[in-house]
């Protein structure tokens, strides 16, 4: 999170794609109607996620009690978390309408889990970070995948 210092969300999805070695395809659709676009777009989120999560981890170690009264570790992440919630949104939308993407699969796997790996990582960032609030509308968001899962079982 120190790192940049004041990023857009489209320069922390591009950030977090380079450095997962994800900057082939798009970022949230595309890919001719086979669901490469929606799938570059997931691993690309979910590699954010880790980013963010892995970041303000080490920032609230490195600058524990430095900015005293002010939590500027904290305000810093609810910043970039807004930000990342706003692009996760979208791409959810744009993901629960490609029929080819987060189907079946196994979790953490090809075939659409990766969404479901994207959902237990959110869900782990959430209950991380329980003292802010509620971060992201997971059930809403995730509900789509859910009942395309359940009707492929």
Known sequence: LSAVASPTSGQLVGAAATAAGLTGGTGGGG????????????LRMLALCELIDEDSARDEEQFKNVFAPTDVVRVVLSVYLELFASDLEQHLKTLSSDPHAGGGGSIGGGG???????????????????????LFSLSEWFAPFVRRRLAES
């Open 112 to 134: 659409g889990g990766e969404v479901f790996a994207l959902y237990f990582k959110l869900r782990d960032l959430s209950r991380r970070h329980t003292d802010m609030g509620a």
């Open 31 to 42: 890919g001719g109607g086979d669901g490469m676009g929606t799938h570059i777009g997931t």
